[in-house]
């Protein structure tokens, strides 16, 4: 659509609106618009207007009955956000805990996915390897599997005494923690082994969003680890997928150089595919980074946010916020933050993947030594 | 285009959002029977009439259930001609929300105690408790139960209190006689410290205030006052039911369910895993799965305070949009008569929720007796509005009951009360 108009306009030295009405062209804008009014229509009844709709009540005392735009729904300004960030009462705590469950989710997840997902790519698109077609499906095979179906796997295999611990009954003799009913952080249980059991008096004291310091570094629960294992287990095919298609189209020239100069395989993969790699990586950062905060199936379907709330992340808590206490104008504060803190982490990594010009340190590594200044 | 991209990917994030928001429910749009129906439907006033049918909401139980309530349901129809349809929802909550806010919400519905509080809140349901014919014979603490700002909003649908349900083999195997029957806290210590051995533990139940809350009951305390105005949950006798509970968790005789690998107090007596365990009438029909069990409904033995249990019970919600109330109210009162009642309770299982049917049930049910002579002294859980937040932190704390310590569970549990009674 964009490309006739640029071609059009581009010899002309200067285009004046008039122009455009008269003549061949004319009423060309009107079917224009015509043309996309049934997109505009569609996102416009289906994405535009809901947002702005739950925008409003997140800013309202709406309590679920009836039209949210009724006379008797009031505004009450930032009163939900208020509450929620306010580091006083239940439901900012709560909050807490969800931000700070999901966030250790999110630190663990992401990373380890585009790792293993990368990873998978390589080894699949070795030359060399035989059978490729069918590890290709079976890495991607977890992706398009239902979460539903993969939760209701993972509870069976992680029960107490499931597939899982019987497993580390037999490699290590000992016996395996009861997965999706321990409450211990995995940070807490590390200091544990060093003798740290209780918070030191310095960060015992309730702090940011109600909970304390000892409370935001717990970690993971036990049972929000094997979440953290499906996730990684299920989305690294998909990711996979990227990462071939990106893979293929990596030139073999580059890489063939590379072999002349020297370079080991090591060496070929972290300075010529990967950085060819950038705007592939960008997305599945991104892709995994929205898809982490907004995990709710798992929880909803797998353990409800227990045990000790340690599985709660804001998404399930906006439901059940909304649903069962009535309270839509909490439930649609906590999406929208959710929303911004989305947001802000992907501008974050968009900064932080952004093309550097090669630093002079590494310019100078590469330059002959008799080049030196 | 580049930046168009960016447009829709945060228009896409923007919709996920809201999915994850609105779970992409209802016609919000809908300016229906909400803002017409005008008032906020707790006047307790004059019921709508129309000759719209009826739809019935249940979160139903299984098959059994369903059936045997459209069976009730069709019958009433045909007396009194007036169509009503029977629908189990997959998630009644949920499907509920959905109703209100779109204006069109089903006309009856079960309402649970902790759900009350915010549809009376927002207005979503009627009160019609004063107008039933049958109110009378409702047990005096359902009704209690359901009672929200001095309003008898719904009729109690059926009730059970906790009881001590024992595995009659493993008992007789530990040597046991009626004579031990566990009758106060100690002779329960004891017969939970006879039964414990290999896999077996001798009290289980889950790790949450619906369960833990019998023996606070016991010790006579309480977490609302009885009025549901004052916070009482951080007091002497709250601390000492904890205490005990903690002291026998430690010594392993008492155990959750979540920590044998068992899903519920029922769960863990089927699978043999605990040898007692503390639950409702409910655990009838889950224990059908296992034929090799024996069950002994017995009453929980008395703590310092005397004999003492919670109570669990539903009630049928009508909703403040519905445009025929008064066919809806006669539904209830046919449904809640202590003939159809008993049906259910054959189908089923539930306790009838009047007074008339006990003794026919009781007749009926000899073995499940225990349950309903807790009606005389069981407490209602609180209903105030947002108290299902303070269960759910006060559970998160009780799971870690056995290194925790009593009083500072109270503590925080008095405070986040604190915030919401009153």
Known sequence: MASPVITERAPEKTPRRDHRSRGLRRGEGVAGWLFVSPVVVILGVFLFLPVLMALWVSVSDWGGRGSPLSPNVNFVGLDNYGELTS????????????????????????????????????????????????????????????????????????????????????VTGGKGPNWFNDPRGIVHLLFGVFGVDAAPAAISQPGFLGLSGWDWIAGP????????????????????????????????????????????????????????????????????????????DQIYTGTK?????????????????????QDWGIGAAIAFILFLIIIAFTLLQRWLLRERPVSKRRIRAYTPKGARS | ??????????????????????????????????????????????????????????????????????????????????????????????????????????????????????????GSVIAYGDQLENKGDFYPSLVQNFTYDDKFFCAPKDFSTLQLIINKNLWDKAGL????????????????????????????????????????????????????????????????????????????????????????????????????????????????DYPDVDPLVVELPAGPAGKGTLQFTNCWGMAADSPNQEAALSLVEYLTTAEQQLAFSKAFGPMPSVQSAAEQWTTDNPDLEAFLSGADYAQGVPTNDGVSDVFTDFNAQLATLKDGDPATILKSVQSNLEAIVG
């Open chain 2, 177 to 288: 006689t009626e004579a031990d029957i566990p009758t106060d806290w100690d002779s329960l210590a004891a017969a939970a410290k006879k039964l414990t051995s290999g896999n077996t533990t001798g009290l289980v139940f889950s790790g949450e205030y619906q369960r833990v809350g019998a023996f606070m009951a016991e010790a006579g305390g309480r977490l609302v006052s009885e009025d549901g105005t004052t916070a009482v949950a951080d007091s002497q006798e709250n601390a000492d039911a904890l205490a005990y509970v903690k002291e026998h968790l430690a010594d392993g005789t008492f155990a959750y369910a979540a920590d044998v690998g068992a899903g519920w107090g029922g769960e863990a007596l089927g699978k043999q895993l605990g040898a007692m365990t503390i639950e409702g009438n409910w655990i009838t029909g889950a224990l059908g």
């Open chain 1, 305 to 325: 946010g227990q045990p000790g709330k340690t599985t709660i992340t804001p998404a399930y808590l906006s439901y059940t916020s909304a649903f069962s206490n």
């Open chain 1, 87 to 170: 580091g006083q009462g239940l439901r900012s705590r709560d909050f807490g805990t969800a931000l700070r469950n999901n966030a250790w989710y999110v630190f663990l997840v992401v990373p380890l996915q585009t790792a293993l997902s990368l990873f998978l790519a390589v080894l699949v698109s070795r030359r060399m390897m035989k059978a490729r077609g069918f590890f290709r499906t079976a890495f991607y095979f977890p992706s398009v599997t239902s979460s539903v179906a993969i939760t209701v796997l993972w509870i069976f295999l992680f029960s107490a005494a499931g597939p899982v611990n019987a497993l580390i009954a037999a």
């Open chain 2, 1 to 122: 285009m580049r930046h168009s991209r960016r447009l829709m990917a945060l228009g896409g994030v923007g919709l996920a959002a809201t999915l994850a928001l609105a779970g992409c429910g209802g016609s919000g749009f809908d300016d229906g029977p909400a803002a017409s129906g005008g008032a906020n439907g707790t006047d307790g006033g004059g019921l709508t009439s129309s000759d719209d049918a009826l739809t019935i909401m249940i979160g139903s139980s299984g098959d059994a259930e369903t059936a045997a309530v459209k069976e009730a349901v069709a019958a009433w129809s045909k007396d009194s001609g007036v169509d009503a349809e029977v629908i189990a929802a997959t998630d009644l909550t949920q499907q509920l929300s959905q109703g209100f806010a779109g204006g069109n919400p089903p006309d009856l519905f079960y309402l649970a105690t902790e759900l009350l509080a915010g549809y009376a809140d927002n």
């Open chain 1, 221 to 296: 629960s036990v049972a929000m680890s094997a979440f953290i294992i499906m996730a990684v287990f299920t989305t690294s095919g998909t990711f996979m997928l990227l990462f071939i298609a990106a893979l293929q189209n990596v030139g073999y020239e580059l890489t063939e150089a590379g072999m002349m100069d020297g370079a080991s395989a090591w060496q070929r993969f972290w300075r010529i595919t990967l950085p060819q790699l950038r705007p592939t990586l960008f997305t599945v950062i991104t892709l995994g980074l929205i898809g982490c905060w907004q995990v709710f």
